[in-house]
């Protein structure tokens, strides 16, 4: 990377934010720490997590997870396999397939969340004199900020 200026371009970057991109780095394994107890990935539990939205086709699966299709096929095949989750064919199209979550997907599922809650709870109440209400009301927004930028197209 060439640099214009002979400083590194890190340093002219606001601390604030780098701390934060930091963090967030960090935060990721805090989440795959508690899957591990429920025997997911975190991959697992994002597929797990979109389709207790609805069902979805795999090429709409690798989209939203930034995957390639052969990398959605393999997760969807071991989540298969574990009886998390069906293939059904397209009603309108028989060529295509939807995958929906099984009621032991929906099980793990709701074991997973109550895991990564009660991380989230334990290290948020580091973040404010013990209420982790701040932590998880940021988290919950910021879920939402992803939510509303996909739907817009923009991430």
Do not use: C, W
Request: proline fraction near 6%; hydrophobic fraction near 40%; charged fraction near 25%.
């Amino acid at each position: 990377m060439p640099q214009t200026s002979g400083q590194d371009p890190a340093s002219d970057a606001d601390p604030q934010v780098v701390a934060a991109a930091r963090a967030a780095a960090k935060l990721a394994r805090q989440v795959t720490i508690p899957l591990g107890e429920v025997d997911l990935s975190l991959p697992q539990y994002r597929v797990l997590a979109f389709l207790d939205e609805g069902e979805a086709a795999p090429s709409d699966l690798a989209g939203r997870l930034s995957v390639s299709r052969p990398s959605i096929t393999a997760l969807m095949d071991g989540l298969i396999t574990r009886g998390l989750v069906e293939r059904r064919p397209d009603t309108d199209d028989g060529r295509r397939v939807h995958h929906h979550l099984t009621d032991a997907g929906r099980d793990t599922l709701q074991r997973a969340d109550q895991a990564v809650g009660d991380r989230l709870v334990a290290i948020g109440t580091h973040v404010n004199a013990g209420d982790p209400s701040v932590l998880i009301a940021s988290l919950a927004r910021f879920g939402q900020a992803i939510r509303a930028a996909q739907a817009a197209g923009t991430t």
